[in-house]
């Protein structure tokens, strides 16, 4: 194909200028809970109101470790080999079939991970797990409706019983996003990159922070990836050690994969697989989420907490999650995508549904992700919790999007069939966006 021509061009012509290979100090692939401490929090100056880092989080992360504390829960560590994860997941209602796995050597966890022993991502709507074999601690990431991102780092000594401390100085060395380029709000990533079998970044110059407008062949290079993807390459499963063994790649090889067995053993992992569907999802959760964040802080610093009829700043606050929320930026399937781990019936089954089984869950994965493009996030906790001037604006934009207003962004995509289809599911499950 054209495009991965191009791409492999480039890669050669990198690897022939900068053989020299590049590892541990590349930032982001696959969600980074990563290293080096952060003297003092930006956010301290620059967004005294949130209070990051010294407000307790009110996260379901943070309501678990009460229950475990106060003895209300108790997690069990003969379920499987990892000791506490499966038990934790099951706790926080997160499925095993979400499981991604990342053999790049980023996160704290970069001396255990390689080809051979990646790093394995779990997540619902809220909470992000990371399990590295060989790691006595788990890596959380958990969505505070105000704050945001905040991380964890959870002891899993079947000893003394599971806890967890708050990280907000590693972890944001990557995840503060001043020090690369979000926008100055914590956030989560997904990257992709070239990546040798050890684990190690062969070049910087070659990666990306992907998001749902990145092709999907310049995605998941340093991920293992299981399913189908009909004609449409990508970068996941692909091991580049030098530049002998790039010029020996067959890019219609390591694709459409319903199994990793020729790549790594995954006895120590909850299931054989990294969902490609499961890898869209998450692609879009994390635009969504770090757009949601971004308002919040924003919102709350210019708006001061109080009331404002400037629709203009108004506009400008909450452009970018009305983009992200109506996935305005996606970049179009070419093919169709079929995952083999169950989490595309997982996803689909947790609503909210009408009576007549609709839901914006509903995937499509022919030529988008969604079958409805307006997030299912639109139900999250972060929304509500939203500044009401804020959260009003943004609901009165939603409507005039699905009523076709002049004054409303245009979506091409969205038709008439998806803005009524839109409207009737919002109608049965959160009607107080279309009052």
């Known amino acids: 194909m054209p495009t991965m021509r191009i791409i492999f061009m480039k890669i050669q012509s990198v690897i022939r200028n900068h053989g020299v290979r590049l590892s541990a100090l590349w930032l982001s692939v696959g969600l980074l809970f990563c290293g080096a401490a952060q003297a003092q929090l930006t956010y301290d100056s620059e967004y005294p109101a949130l209070g990051y880092g010294k407000v307790a989080p009110h996260d379901r992360f943070s309501a678990l470790l009460q229950d475990l504390q106060s003895g209300a829960l108790k997690l069990d560590a003969s379920i499987d080999g990892s000791v506490y994860l499966a038990s934790l997941l099951q706790a926080l209602d997160i499925d ?74 590693r972890c944001l060395r990557c995840h503060d996003s001043y020090s690369m380029t979000g926008g100055g709000v914590p956030r989560l990533m997904l990257s992709s990159g ?146 083999t781990s169950g989490y595309t019936e997982w996803f689909e089954s947790q609503g909210p549904s009408t009576a007549d089984g609709r839901s914006l869950r509903e995937l499509d994965l022919q030529t988008r992700t969604f079958h409805y493009p307006l997030s299912y996030l639109i139900y999250s906790p972060a929304i509500d919790a939203l500044p009401e001037a804020v959260r009003l604006h943004l609901f009165s934009r939603i409507r005039a999007v699905l009523q076709d207003a002049p004054s409303a962004p245009d979506y091409p995509f969205l038709n008439a069939d998806l803005r009524g289809g839109i409207s009737a599911i919002l109608r049965e499950t959160k009607p107080e966006i279309l009052q």
């Open 96 to 169: 095993p079939s979400s499981q991604v796995l990342v053999f790049s050597k980023t996160s704290l966890k970069q001396r255990f991970i390689s080809g051979d022993n990646p790093r394995a991502l779990y997540f619902n709507d809220e909470i992000y797990v990371g399990y590295t074999p060989g790691s006595r601690t788990l890596e959380v990431a958990a969505l505070d409706p105000v704050q945001g991102a905040v991380f964890f780092d959870f002891q899993q000594d079947v000893a003394t019983g599971p806890s967890a401390t708050q990280e907000t100085g």
């Open 194 to 339: 070239l990546v040798a079998h050890d684990g190690n970044i062969v070049s910087h110059e070659i990666s990306e922070i992907t998001t749902t407008a990145t092709p999907i062949a310049r995605r998941w290079g340093g991920l293992y990836v299981t399913g189908t993807s009909g004609t449409q390459p990508h970068m996941g499963n692909l091991f580049v050690e030098n530049q002998d063994s790039l010029a020996a790649i067959d890019t219609t090889t390591w694709g459409n994969r319903t199994s990793l067995d020729e790549f790594v053993q995954l006895g120590a992992y909850l299931r054989p697989t990294s969902d490609i569907v499961a890898l869209l999802v998450l692609e879009h959760q994390l635009e969504v989420q770090n757009a949601l964040t971004r308002l919040s802080f924003e919102s709350r610093t210019q708006l001061g907490g109080g009331e404002t009829q400037d629709a203009k700043l108004l506009d400008e606050l909450t452009t970018p999650l009305l983009d992200a929320l109506f996935m305005a930026h996606e970049a179009p399937l070419g093919d169709k995508i079929e995952g």
